[in-house]
């Protein structure tokens, strides 16, 4: 199966999503507020057996976070992303565990490094910023220079305070 007709499967069943394929072997996926285990399950049983990673980019001024799903078929030789939109002010998503479970890892540092709960996943403690206490630090809404401030007490690239 090539990018195409993978995609046509996959809109066969989801009619309703945004799938386009890219390049000759790639998809991309638009799926907010859709059932993400069911579709990634879905897609998984198409034969993407390898979860790359999940990851997610802050839209600040739209008020969302799309989580984002990397998938790769060794036997089709396509890659999929998956991006959905989760609320920016409540960012949970369901731990797709169930389907790959080195998702584990992926969700703790997306949950660390921008906020994103994702449910069902048992531990998402830090895996670098173990005494972080300010806002997690990918978000756009984070301020290097006060946080090194407050931190560091520095202002100036030279090291010195004002």
């Known amino acids: 199966m090539n990018n195409n007709d993978i995609a046509e499967k996959i809109k066969a069943v989801y009619k309703d999503?945004?799938?386009?394929?890219?390049?000759?072997?790639?998809?991309?996926?638009?799926?907010?507020?859709?059932?993400?285990?069911?579709?990634?399950?879905?897609?998984?049983?198409?034969?993407?057996?390898?979860?790359?990673?999940?990851?997610?980019?802050?839209?600040?001024?739209?008020?969302r976070f799309d989580v984002i799903y990397n998938v790769w078929s060794y036997t089709h030789k396509v890659h999929i992303t998956v991006k959905s939109g989760i609320d920016r002010d409540n960012p949970e998503i369901p731990t797709v565990m169930s389907l790959w479970p080195q998702a584990q890892v992926y969700e703790r540092e997306t949950h660390e490094m921008f906020g994103v709960k994702f449910l069902g996943n048992p531990d998402l403690s830090p895996l670098f910023l173990h005494n972080w206490k300010d806002i997690p630090p990918l978000r756009k809404d984070f301020d290097t220079v006060e946080y090194s401030k407050r931190a560091y007490g520095a202002s100036s690239p030279e090291g010195g305070n004002e």
């Open 17 to 63: 999503l945004e799938v386009k394929p890219k390049y000759s072997n790639q998809v991309e996926i638009r799926a907010d507020g859709i059932d993400i285990v069911g579709l990634l399950a879905f897609i998984k049983s198409l034969g993407f057996e390898h979860l790359s990673n999940v990851t997610c980019v802050d839209w600040i001024k739209e008020k």
